[in-house]
């Protein structure tokens, strides 16, 4: 299976010393993900997406993109997934997953008239607009949960830092690191593409029947719009963010009562919405 890393000769400039040295770079490989499912009382295979993605919890990743695009519930509508071995070409191996739904899932066939091409740096999928995700993810947090001390949030960032073993050696992966509420890393994923990582979350807490209603998602960089709609199909009701929200980020999370906040870092945030579940620890 293709690994996360590859080794690259470049030139290394220090001032006017110059030489030649390798250097450890992610990876970025096509997955193209293909749905196998009942139709009419016979099985059919179709090709449904690709992604650009760093390899490694392809099968998590795979799960985590059905459920936030509304395709599946859970895991529970899948029967299996596995590697697809009748491959065309040597790049396609490792890279080509098949997803066969369980016998009783129904599926609109409509699903295949989106566009599903994915770069590494838009996790949008066939959304034309906010309503559509909307109607997607229909979600209801308790507005009296326990607050979330802001001390916990100021530590969350360091403690995603410590767990990105990839990115202390390329410097170019983005994470998702999933907490409970009381501050405790219960998972962490990284990838060249944020929608990956936090798919990747999605997937493999489905897998494993975890529950995310208490839960924290911390991402790296910034809160776009899809990473919102992706928190909401996973039940994660708490976003953090290093880097900025958007507009349509902001107003997702208002309509949905998610909490989300941005710019977390050098013990500061700012909060976009669902402030009433930060509170002071009394």
């Known amino acids: 299976m293709n ?16 030489e030649n040295d390798s250097d450890l770079v992610v990876r970025e490989e096509p997955l193209e993900i293909r749905l196998k499912y009942n139709d009419g009382g016979y099985f059919r295979e179709q090709r449904l997406a690709v992604t650009m993605r760093t390899p490694g919890h392809d099968f998590e990743l795979c799960i985590g993109f059905l459920i936030s695009e509304g395709i599946i519930g859970s895991y529970t509508d ?10 065309k070409s ?3 191996e490792g890279n ?5 739904l369980v016998e009783e899932k129904v599926l609109d066939h409509k699903v295949f008239n989106r566009n599903f091409y994915v770069s590494s740096s838009c996790g949008v999928c066939g959304k034309s607009s906010i309503e559509s995700v909307n109607k997607l993810c229909k979600v209801s ?28 050696h390329t410097g ?4 998702s690191a999933l907490f409970d509420s009381k501050g405790e890393l219960l998972m962490i994923r990284e990838d060249i593409g944020r929608h990956n990582a936090l798919d990747k979350i999605i997937g493999a807490r489905s897998i494993e029947e975890q529950d995310n209603s208490d839960c924290l998602i ?8 899809e990473l919102i709609q992706k928190s909401m199909a996973g039940n994660i009701p708490v976003m953090i963010a290093v880097g900025a929200p958007s507009s349509l ?8 009562n998610l909490t989300l906040i941005g710019f977390a870092r050098n013990e500061k945030f700012n909060i976009y919405s669902g402030a009433q579940r930060v509170n002071p620890k009394k």
């Open 3 to 18: 690994t996360p890393v590859s080794s690259v000769n470049v030139v290394k400039v220090n001032g006017r010393n110059v």
């Open 78 to 87: 899948v029967q299996k997934i596995f590697y697809c071995e009748s491959v």
């Open 90 to 92: 040597k790049e396609e």
């Open 96 to 100: 080509v997953i098949i997803v066969h």
């Open 141 to 168: 947090w308790d507005n009296n949960e326990p607050g979330i001390d802001p001390e916990l949030i100021h530590r969350i960032p360091e403690l995603a830092r410590k767990g990105q073993q990839l990115f202390k």
């Open 172 to 175: 170019g992966l983005h994470a």
């Open 218 to 225: 911390f991402v790296s960089g910034r809160a776009g719009f």
């Open 249 to 256: 980020a902001v107003q997702l999370a208002l309509d949905n």
